[in-house]
């Protein structure tokens, strides 16, 4: 098998927070291996780790040991700047608080990172365009974020995630704030770009719709891997169960 | 990125109005006594000694004040700043983006602070003299290298205010900029 068949890998990350006098390990030595074009969801209780995973995955926060690989790449040999491009080409973050740029218009916000990525303002301005038409908010392109409702926030937001053609859509409890048909709307155009444009999806939730969608899903249960399951072995599971409640 | 500098003056445009508030007193107060100076070369040496150190003081308390709204400013943008680092800016983008408005705050502050002063000059004058010879006498003594000279120092104020704080702010793991609720 090639190398490259590994997105994303990491290795024994290990993560502590201070609390006072108390070092709290938020993360105790996880590994997983994710390949290209899967849709993964990491899964598991508040304060069970997973979002400072996400963040490791990201190159948004440095591990204190262990390491995470991005095609094969060791994030933790990168200075600031190559950092910085990674995260412009390589990756595209959604968050549970959106995260839009309150005072630009929902292009202005999918144009920022072209501008980041050097591409020149026309050609910044088409890509964005597009992008809000994918995600179907061709008619919203001057609207501000605080005339948009929660679940069109967040489609601006992952089409400006999609802005730099990334090969990795991270997504931090991207339905969090949202109601239970917005959300399951989100999951779906997250999976649509996942199947027609082959782009990896890794998302931190304990949004049980996820389950559906997802190839694979990792249990982080005390900043360890609880368990990673296949969709087709859950369905079984769950079949199994509907079963026994039959008898 | 201008644009977005310029928007994001517009946005929080009381904020930058204190910021220059503090630019067009410190700069007035220069140029009302560096026009005086000049004029009364008369005075003795100690006292224009007393004249630069109060100038002296009145330029560093009003950095003091820049550094203090600027640290505001920079600090209630964490999650912006943080946003942007997600989005793959560089270090180098966030600061620039500070220093622009830095500079475009502190240019348009010190101009204002220079009119100031030179009009304070100018009526102190004619108080005693009249308007017309006032305007002759302040006119004749305030030169436009003395005025240029009063802009730059403001900008370069505002500029050293600035880049300690947005460097911090740049630094920071975008992580922590994203975690920080203002």
Redesign the interface.
């Known amino acids: 098998m090639a190398a490259t068949e590994y997105i994303v890998r990491t290795k024994d990350v290990m993560k502590e927070f201070k609390m006072g006098q108390e070092v709290l390990r938020a993360l105790n030595g996880v590994s997983v291996d994710i390949k290209r074009g899967e849709y993964i969801s990491i899964m598991g209780p508040s304060g069970s780790g997973k979002s400072t995973l996400f963040?490791a995955i990201?190159?948004?926060?440095?591990p204190d040991s262990g390491s995470v690989f991005i095609n094969d790449v060791d994030m933790a040999q990168l200075d600031?700047?190559e950092l910085?491009?990674?995260?412009?080409?390589t990756i595209g973050?959604i968050?549970q608080t959106f995260?839009?740029?309150t005072?630009?218009t929902a292009l202005e916000n999918v144009r920022?990172?072209t501008?980041?990525?050097g591409m020149n303002s026309d050609e910044g301005t088409d890509r964005g365009i597009e992008l809000l038409e994918l995600v179907g908010l061709g008619h919203r392109l001057h609207h501000k974020p605080s005339e948009l409702s929660g679940g069109q926030q967040q489609r601006v937001a992952i089409a400006?995630a999609l802005?730099?053609n990334p090969s990795i859509i991270l997504a931090d409890e991207p339905t969090g704030n949202l109601d239970s048909k917005t959300g399951t709307e989100i999951i779906e155009l997250l999976r649509r770009l996942n199947k027609e444009s082959g782009v990896t999806v890794i998302s931190a939730t304990h949004d049980y719709k996820m389950l559906d969608v997802s190839d694979r899903i990792i249990w982080i249960r005390d900043g360890k891997i609880d368990k990673i399951e296949n969709r087709a072995d859950l369905d079984i599971q769950l079949g199994g169960m509907a079963g026994q409640e039959g008898h | 990125m201008v644009k977005i500098a310029i928007n994001g003056l517009k946005i929080r445009f009381w904020r930058s109005m204190v910021t220059a508030s503090g630019i067009i007193l410190g700069i007035a107060f220069l140029a009302y006594v560096s026009t005086n100076l000049i004029s009364s070369g008369a005075a003795t040496a100690d006292q224009r000694a007393r004249m630069i150190w109060l100038v002296v003081m009145s330029l560093l308390v009003s950095t003091v004040g820049i550094v203090n709204s600027m640290l505001m400013s920079v600090t209630e943008r964490f999650r912006e700043i943080g946003t942007m680092k997600c989005l793959g800016a560089p270090d180098g983008f966030v600061v620039s983006l500070f220093v622009v408005e830095a500079v475009f705050v502190g240019s348009a502050a010190s101009v204002g602070g220079w009119f100031l002063g030179y009009v304070g000059a100018v009526f102190q004058k004619a108080c005693a003299i009249g308007f017309g010879p006032a305007f002759a006498s302040v006119g004749a003594t305030h030169s436009a290298e003395l005025a240029g000279g009063c802009v730059l120092v403001g900008i370069l104020i505002t500029l050293i205010a600035t880049i300690a704080p947005a460097e911090r702010a740049a630094a920071m793991p975008a992580a922590a900029a994203l975690r920080t609720e203002v």
């Open positions: 963040n990201g190159g948004l926060d440095k600031s700047n910085a491009f990674l995260r412009c080409h973050y968050f995260n839009l740029i005072v630009m920022l990172p501008i980041f990525a400006r802005a730099n």
